[in-house]
């Protein structure tokens, strides 16, 4: 199942990125409603199926085919489980947001990581070294830390982050 808002993006203009989803992991694509079936080898089947739920969850394609790569691999956070209100869950996508998208950003670039925010759940895609350093500086401004306490720990942890 795909958000029906994020359908289109899993069958791209004229099919392009089902295509392209379908030649990178050699397996078959069919998108019915919202709903995506995948056939293939058992371990293309899952590489297609994390790039899928990454689209799914607001990654755009180029990102997400990042996912067939060694070694990459995709994290979900839940923002629910750090806000009780739908005012409270806003304002922590905000956080982690930043104004103008900076604080994501400077996470992304730090951490060597792509980070999405759709709907309660923030997406991180990278090499699982470099997820668990990002996933930290989330929680932390999840929790309430001040936004440079966050960026001092990525800075603190840049000898963990694989180049």
Same mark, same amino acid.
């Given at each position: 199942? +795909?958000?029906?808002?994020?359908?289109?993006? *899993?069958? @791209? &203009?004229?099919?392009?990125?089902?295509?392209?989803?379908?030649?990178?992991?050699?397996?078959? +694509?069919? *998108?019915?409603?919202?709903? +995506? $079936?995948?056939?293939?080898?058992?371990?293309?089947?899952?590489?297609?199926?994390?790039? +899928?739920?990454?689209?799914?969850?607001?990654?755009?394609?180029? =990102?997400?085919? #990042?996912?067939?790569?060694?070694? *990459?691999?995709? %994290?979900?956070?839940?923002?629910?489980?750090?806000?009780?209100? !739908?005012? $409270?869950?806003?304002?922590?996508?905000?956080?982690?947001?930043?104004?103008? @998208?900076?604080?994501? !950003? %400077?996470?992304? #670039?730090?951490?060597? *990581?792509?980070? &999405? /925010?759709?709907?309660?759940?923030?997406?991180?895609?990278? =090499?699982?070294?470099?997820?668990? /350093?990002?996933?930290?500086? /989330?929680?932390?401004?999840? =929790?309430?830390? &001040? %936004? &440079?306490?966050?960026?001092?720990?990525?800075?603190?942890?840049?000898? #963990?982050? !694989?180049?």
């Amino acid at each position: 199942m +795909v958000p029906e808002d994020r359908i289109g993006v *899993v069958i @791209g &203009s004229g099919g392009e990125t089902k295509e392209e989803l379908e030649d990178l992991t050699e397996c078959e +694509v069919t *998108v019915e409603d919202n709903q +995506v $079936a995948i056939d293939g080898e058992p371990i293309e089947e899952m590489d297609a199926q994390r790039i +899928v739920k990454a689209i799914g969850r607001g990654f755009n394609p180029d =990102k997400a085919f #990042k996912l067939v790569e060694r070694d *990459v691999t995709l %994290h979900l956070m839940d923002i629910g489980r750090f806000a009780n209100t !739908k005012n $409270a869950e806003e304002r922590l996508k905000g956080r982690v947001i930043g104004r103008e @998208g900076e604080t994501r !950003k %400077h996470i992304e #670039k730090m951490a060597q *990581v792509d980070i &999405s /925010v759709y709907g309660t759940t923030i997406g991180i895609i990278g =090499k699982a070294q470099n997820i668990e /350093v990002a996933m930290e500086a /989330v929680r932390m401004l999840l =929790k309430g830390s &001040s %936004h &440079s306490t966050a960026y001092n720990y990525l800075e603190k942890n840049q000898d #963990k982050i !694989k180049r």
